[in-house]
């Protein structure tokens, strides 16, 4: 089993940046591709971005192409999600989710196998 804890979340304005952190519990981390999701309220869970297992395939969701980042340390156990050029639309709480049956990359919620407890973004106009 894996425990995922985000952190980094916080209140920006318009045009600033963020950097989440989501550190995973265990040691076979490198087992599964990761992803980041957000929540707005009302709103279903979105995919944002996601990394494969060794880091070298990422894939973005078209509202943050070009401005958000994911990266992964498997040494340090730890998903990271840079964002820049933040808009007011990116509120949201946002989750980590780990996949072990993921081959590559994945979009979809119910193939990811644990979640964190999600870090609030705020951006304020």
């Known amino acids: 089993q894996v425990q995922l804890v985000e952190s980094g979340g916080g209140l920006v304005q318009a045009g600033g940046s963020l950097s989440l952190a989501c550190a995973a519990s265990g040691r076979t981390f490198s087992r599964y591709a990761m992803g980041w999701f957000r929540q707005a309220p009302g709103k279903e869970r979105e995919f944002v971005a996601g990394i494969s297992r060794t880091g070298d395939s990422t894939y973005y969701a078209d509202s943050v192409k070009g401005r958000f980042t994911i990266s992964r340390d498997n040494a340090k156990n730890t998903v990271y999600l840079q964002m820049n050029s933040l808009k007011p639309e990116d509120t949201a709480v946002y989750y980590c989710?780990?996949?072990?049956?993921?081959?590559?990359?994945?979009?979809?919620?119910?193939?990811?196998?644990?979640w964190g407890q999600g870090t609030q973004v705020t951006v304020s106009s």
């Open positions: 989710a780990a996949g072990q049956r993921i081959r590559g990359i994945a979009t979809t919620v119910p193939i990811y196998d644990y």
